[in-house]
């Protein structure tokens, strides 16, 4: 036996010993994963400029006699940018464009690529 099985486990040991699964599904010891979970939730911070949290918690259950399960789960909820509005318009019949259908228009997308082609076809032929 070692030294270190005749001493009590304290709070940093289980930082040490205890295994996690992090945010991206890895396998870790929950200090890595704290400090990895913590790096991750700042640069969100830093990217959004809004505040965010990190919950740790750390569950015991009884096995047997004095035999103890413990499980870590490290959580964060990190602050997120505005989901961008994607202006699309409709016609009557529910088909969607990019531009409004229903306004004038000043210029014609066809007729400007049909001058485009003829000046290149006129500039082969010169």
Known sequence: MSELDDQAVGFKELLLTTRV????????????CIDYELEDLMQAINEYNKGGKITIEIGIGVEEKNEL?????????????????NPYYRDQK??????????????????????QETHQKGAVND
């Open 69 to 85: 399960s413990i499980q870590a789960t490290v959580k964060t909820t990190k602050p997120k940018g505005k989901i961008p509005k």
């Open 94 to 115: 529910g088909h969607l464009y990019m531009d409004d259908p229903n306004q004038l228009k000043i210029f014609s997308t066809q007729k400007v690529v049909d001058i």
């Open 21 to 32: 699964i992090d945010s991206k599904n890895r396998q870790t010891k929950l200090g890595k």
